[in-house]
């Protein structure tokens, strides 16, 4: 029963809610039909408004041209521009529906008005500007200030045409007055050119300055023209009478010029240039503030005292559109300017050379004082001002020109300030002396004992050039920086002075060769008599030798005032003691070979003497200082290996010769990097028979086979036996002779 219920309960339900679902078909039907009546009485709405829009702006259209052609028969300017600019506008919205001959006819209309009036403006400002009205100015101001708002409105040409005449008026006087055939049209009357424009200017803007608009820049535009007129006026003039130019007129023309683009700069704002060119000339990047050299030094590349004055002319440079706008044109002449350089230079160095002469070179008298030549500060001081000058008379090719004349004055600096007043070295053989002859006054020395040397002075000289061409190296690297920062970007290429930085470079080389040399050839009489000892007769090993002592004293002696003068220049310094111990020590165990025979007690006095000289070297870069400082990991590398082969040679000749086979692998052990020839003078050293050396040859042949593939030919150079025997006869020579 409950259930028949619930059926008929739901059957009811389910009808209902179909006939709910008709209804609502039903209602978006209506629905529907309601709208489709409201969107088409939408759709006329917007097209009727239209119409009507249309229509009102062809009414003002044809109105207003009709208006139009009145009002400029009658000359009302005023009138004409505001009436102009709304026709403009209102023609604007016929763009669509210019395939209607109607509407093309009145858009050809228009077109015709626009040409019809700016003739007619055209014609009465230079109606306006006849006769009287020229000088004093037009009685109708008015009436063509208002002409000047309809420009404004019509094509740009028109404008460009109103004030090309305009402007070719104003400067007809200026053509005459200073033409090439006049007095004052030459340099050193250049003032009055810009006397007179300035003069034009003020009385323009008094006469005529209302008449204009101001977005007309027209007073700028006048100088602007008044500028290129110029530049094109001086370049002939001066093409024609080149001879005639001096560097003093020359440099008194730009700077009067210079000076007149700088008032240009401040006055106007160079909107009419910028316009022309285009706005990307006149963007700028950022200049740095950042000053690249950190040190603080007498450099003048380095702690600028006029970084501000630098500064503003790179502004200038580049933000300033009248830079050059008439300079430009004495840039073909510049050569006058930079051959007076050279001359200026020659002098310079000239002065250089005799206040050498008459000074000498500056002294360490203490901590804060210097022993650069101050010459070279000159130098790059005058260097630095050229280029400055140089810089804000042109960044092009001048430029060029003049680094080539700095690189042909640093490179005289070079060679008569510095290489020319270097010491020579005492009793230096000339380069054609044959090897006997040297050979001769290697004897000759020998024999009169100490070896000529450097005096204190002539040390202190070679340093003080040294740490000279130091500084001009650096310095000349940061002029090429700076060169490079003030030159045209096309031209930064050709900016090199690298040649120039090797030969200080060079210098410096040179410098340090001769000190190597010096104290080394010092060394020489102590090895020599080292050399002529007799080591087979020492019976007992006592403290380090004579000749080592020698050799000490010899040190602590000079290297002081060589490291004292080089204080400023440590890397240098540093580099002359490695080259003194890669010269020195290898000389060392060349004279070490020639002490022959060793007994085994001669050997152990001359190991003990060698390890007493390591000892000296491993301490040599602090000899003789208070500060104790650690010697440089690469210079000690260098003593330690040499020496120790030196220890290692003297261990060999101290070790017993038999069984040869030891003796061959022992040789071999302690002294890996050899050869035949060494181990040839390693036995001479030891005093051994000519028979046992053949033995202990032919096993150090055997057993190291790929060091000396060809033993037995034709180019086996001559043993140290033989050479020895060779001098020893040339000795007794020259002894009978002397």
Known sequence: MALEEAQKAIQLLFSKIIDIKEKAEKSEEMVKEITRDIKQLDHAKRHLTSSITTLNHLHMLVGGVDSLSNLIRRRQYGEVANLLQGVLNVLEHFEKYMEIPQIRQLADRVKHIQNEVGNQIISDFEEAFQGVGAKYGPNSQAQLAEACRVVNVLDPKVKRDLLTWFIKLQLSEYLVLFGENQDVAWLDKIDRRYAWIKRTLVEFEEKFGKMFPKDWEVSERICVEFCKVTRKELANIMTKRSPEIEVK??????????????????????????????????????????????????????????????????????????????????????????????????????????????????????????????SCADLFVFYKKCMVQCSQLSTGQPMIALTKTFQKYLKEFAAKILMNNLPKMPNQPSAGISTASGLIQSILKDTEGDAPKFTEEEQCLICSILCTAEYCMETTQQLEGKLKEKVNKELVEKIHLNAEQDTFHNVISHCIQLLVTDLEGACDPALTAMSKLPWQTVEAVGDQSNYITAITSHLKQNL???????????????????????????????????????????????????????????????????????????????????????????????????????????????????????????????????????????????????????????????????????????????????
Do not use: W
């Open 560 to 738: 002081p005032v060589i490291r004292d003068n080089l204080a400023s220049s440590r890397k240098y310094f540093t580099l002359f003691c490695v080259k003194f111990a890669n010269s020195f020590i290898p000389k060392f165990i060349s004279h070490l070979y020639k002490c022959k025979p060793i007994s085994t007690v001669g050997a152990e006095q001359l190991l003990l003497d060698t390890h007493s000289l390591k000892t000296i070297l491993l301490d040599l870069p602090s000899l003789g200082s208070q500060v104790n400082r650690k010697a440089p990991a690469s210079y000690t590398k260098i003593v330690v290996k040499g020496m120790t082969k030196a220890e290692m040679i003297l261990k060999v000749v101290m070790s017993p010769s038999g069984p040869p086979q030891g003796f061959v692998d022992n040789y071999i052990k302690l002294l890996a990097d050899t050869d035949i020839s060494e181990f040839q003078r390693v036995l001479d050293m030891k005093g051994l028979k000519k028979s046992e050396q053949n033995t202990l040859l032919d096993l150090f042949r055997a057993q190291m086979p790929s060091r000396n593939p060809d033993n037995t030919g034709t180019n086996t150079p001559a043993t140290p036996e033989q050479e020895s025997s060779r001098i020893r006869r040339l000795e007794k020579l020259i002894k009978k002779r002397l």
């Open 249 to 374: 007129l020359l440099l008194f023309a730009i700077q009067r010029t210079m000076n007149f683009e700088a008032l240009l700069d401040k006055r106007f704002s160079g909107s009419t240039i910028v316009g022309d060119k285009g706005s990307t000339d006149h963007k700028t990047e950022p200049v740095s503030s950042v000053n690249p050299f950190e040190e603080k030094t007498t450099n003048p590349f380095e702690n600028d005292t006029d970084n501000t004055t630098d500064d503003e002319m790179k502004n200038s440079k580049t933000l300033s559109p009248f830079r050059g706008i008439i300079s430009k044109c004495f840039e073909p002449h510049l050569n006058v300017y930079i051959a007076s350089q050279d001359k200026n230079l020659e002098e310079l160095i000239g002065r250089f050379v005799e206040d050498f002469k008459a000074h000498g070179h500056p002294r360490l008298d203490s901590e804060e004082s210097s022993n650069v030549l101050p």
